[in-house]
């Protein structure tokens, strides 16, 4: 039968079915997006919000990009990718959350345990030792600043190491480790001594989410168009539209395209652009560091260690040999235990089997709490830069690199074009904050931009 009154079948059709009112034309016209992370659904809500349509295109089965929370463990979520909101006060997540109604957890660095290793002990470690090892730190980058061109952290604090005894030395690779290559997700020999520090921090304590951190990826992708198992090969600019092709040999073109893929993938050369990139984009593809850092959450049938902790550091003649733990014991008194690898020694970690890694990590819990402690019952482990889409945890300054690179990244240049991602932001890279508030530019500009590129 025709529809004989066109304005009340629209009305009912959006009324009934969103999937179909999506089919009209959108007043603004359509923006696709590559990837369904933080930064593409808050962009996704914004020019959705703005009165343009909107298609995200997502490789994985999923949302959510490198927030992953498994479901491996019924009463248990666990984080597989980012668990915290780094600094609560003030931080976008912390709205977010709220809005999404997702309980969080607090907890604080200064609440954490160092254990040594034996044999480190008998030579003299002491807790007094950090302070040292900082001062060392400030004034080898403090010198690397002055310097005629970048270097590594590495090579920056060689000079002020030499005269270090085992025992020191053993303190200043903790020291490194702990604070930056876990940090940052890039080794020392990697990390650019003149601007490592060029980001800025929210204030406040961090939060865990007890229920997981897709309830805020949920949250926002509520009534969005998002395409699960699209795979994206080539980018094409033409007159008036980008022109998409997909894995499936589908095509589908955008009045304006975002690319929210991690830097690991830009840096893969997966996605073809034709036109290349400009120079200045390319280059700080090539010059940014995608760094690496893994979970490995190990469950067990009861809680042996301090449950007043949340941290237990673990301080041994090899550096980064799973030094970071984190307890769960305060959230629902999980008898879980959270450890990390960072950089090139999670690298060597990812090609070993699941149970190899287990079976190292127990050598340390069992230095930490005593030979009796139980094995694991169940483990969960992550290998991101085995990861096609993302090929990597996250973005750092390498040597040669500085957030002109980002925001060379984020600059509207390419007409129709146009990019977002952690990567991206030069105040808070590798958070899910600076993601979030990335997709938020990129929407902005899209928003704004009135001028003819073609």
Not at 51 to 67: C, H, M, Q, S, Y
Not at 143 to 155: E, F, I, K, N
Not at 310 to 322: M, P, V
């Amino acid at each position: 039968m025709i529809e004989r009154r066109p304005l009340l079948a629209a009305l009912l059709a959006t009324a009934i079915s969103p999937t179909m009112a999506r089919c009209a034309a959108p007043p603004r016209g359509t923006v696709a997006i590559i990837g369904a992370g933080m930064a593409g659904l808050a962009a996704a809500v914004d020019l959705r919000a703005a009165g343009f349509g909107v298609i995200i295109l997502e490789a994985r089965d999923r949302i959510g990009g490198r927030i992953h929370t498994s479901h491996a463990w019924p009463d248990l979520p666990i984080d597989l990718g980012a668990s915290w909101i780094h600094g609560t006060k003030g931080n976008p997540v912390t709205a977010l959350a709220k809005a999404a109604g997702a309980a969080t957890v607090t907890t604080s660095y200064d609440s954490a345990a160092l254990h040594v290793d034996p044999a480190l002990a008998a030579l003299g470690v002491d807790d007094a030792a950090e302070d040292e090892m900082e001062a060392l730190f400030t004034r080898a980058m403090r010198r690397a600043g002055r310097h005629g061109t970048d270097m590594s952290v590495q090579d920056a604090i060689e000079a002020f190491a030499a005269t270090l005894s085992p025992a020191r030395r053993a303190q200043l690779d903790f020291y490194l480790s702990s604070q930056y290559e876990q940090e940052y997700g890039g080794g020392t020999t990697h990390l650019s001594a003149r601007t490592i520090d060029d980001n800025d921090v929210f204030p406040g304590e961090d939060a865990l989410f007890p229920g997981g951190y897709e309830q805020i990826t949920r949250h926002l992708a509520k009534g969005l168009d998002i395409r699960l198992g699209k795979v994206v090969t080539r980018v094409r600019r033409e007159p008036g539209q980008v022109r998409i092709s997909l894995q499936d040999g589908t095509e589908l073109t955008a009045e304006h395209l975002l690319v929210t893929a991690p830097l690991g993938v830009l840096k893969s050369g997966s996605i073809a652009f034709d036109p290349p990139l400009p120079p200045a984009k390319q280059q700080a593809i090539d010059r940014l560091g995608m760094g690496l850092l893994n979970k490995h959450w190990l469950r067990f049938d009861r809680i042996f260690w301090p449950k007043e902790f949340d941290w237990h550091e673990y301080l041994s003649a090899e550096k980064g040999r799973w030094s970071e733990w984190v307890s769960l014991a305060k959230v629902d008194d999980a008898p879980v235990l959270l450890v990390f690898s960072a950089a090139e020694r999670a690298s060597r970690v990812e090609a070993m089997s699941d149970a190899e890694i287990v079976r190292d990590a127990m050598q340390v819990v069992r230095t930490m709490f005593g030979p009796d402690a139980p094995d694991p019952v169940a483990a969960q482990i992550t290998r991101w830069s085995a990861d096609p889409f993302a090929r990597g945890s996250y973005s750092f300054n390498a040597v040669g690199s500085s957030n002109a690179d980002r925001e060379a990244l984020a600059e509207n240049d390419t007409g129709r074009l146009h990019f977002a991602g952690e990567a991206l932001n030069a105040l808070y890279p590798g958070t899910v904050h600076g993601a979030l508030l990335s997709g938020r530019r990129a929407a902005r500009t899209i928003i704004k931009d009135k001028t003819p590129h073609d």
